[in-house]
């Protein structure tokens, strides 16, 4: 599945109903679709807050692949000048990598989230909740075209 979608916050209700809708299609049990989806919504959420949208005909892309051994939910973005926010990515899927389960870092960001004041709309359960929840491997790289590509890996 690929999608093409305005970087608008309208528009994450409908990355997940169609990556969930497509999941099923596929055969994914209720539970693991809607995990997915989830994370899907996740990613496209972030795409919206953190990309670079210079002008209205940039968009956010949305892929989900199901293989034999696993899923992805890749979504890319503009990531123009965001070295801040990628230090911040990167810091945040090394934090979580760090616990030997998705749940104790589940855990440990309540905690934190709990005990500090947030930028406004910000949780901080996004990235930690996909790990968890989704049951997936995190990862991003930027492209050749200054793209922020964000990958949740589902094993089979």
Same mark, same amino acid.
């Given at each position: 599945?690929?999608?093409? @979608?305005?970087?608008?916050?309208?528009?994450a209700d409908m990355v997940r109903d169609k990556s969930n809708d497509f999941l099923k299609a596929h055969g994914i049990s209720h539970d693991i679709a809607y995990a997915l989806s989830m994370t899907a919504c996740e990613l496209f959420e972030n795409a919206v807050k953190y990309g670079d949208f210079c002008s209205e005909h940039e968009a956010i892309y949305v892929t989900v692949e199901v293989s034999k051994n696993d899923i992805i939910v890749e979504v890319k973005n503009p990531a123009g000048e965001m070295s801040e926010n990628l230090q911040d990515l990167d810091n945040t899927i090394q934090?979580?990598?760090?616990?030997?389960?998705?749940?104790?870092?589940? @855990?440990?960001?309540?905690?934190e989230v709990s005990e500090k004041k947030l930028k406004e709309g910000e949780s901080g359960l996004g990235l930690v909740r996909i790990a968890y929840e989704g049951q997936a491997v995190l990862d991003f790289y930027v492209d050749e075209n200054n793209f922020l590509a964000v990958s949740a890996v589902y094993q089979i």
């Open positions: 599945m690929e999608l093409k @979608v305005k970087p608008e916050w309208e528009d934090w979580i990598r760090g616990y030997q389960n998705p749940f104790q870092a589940y @855990v440990e960001r309540l905690k």
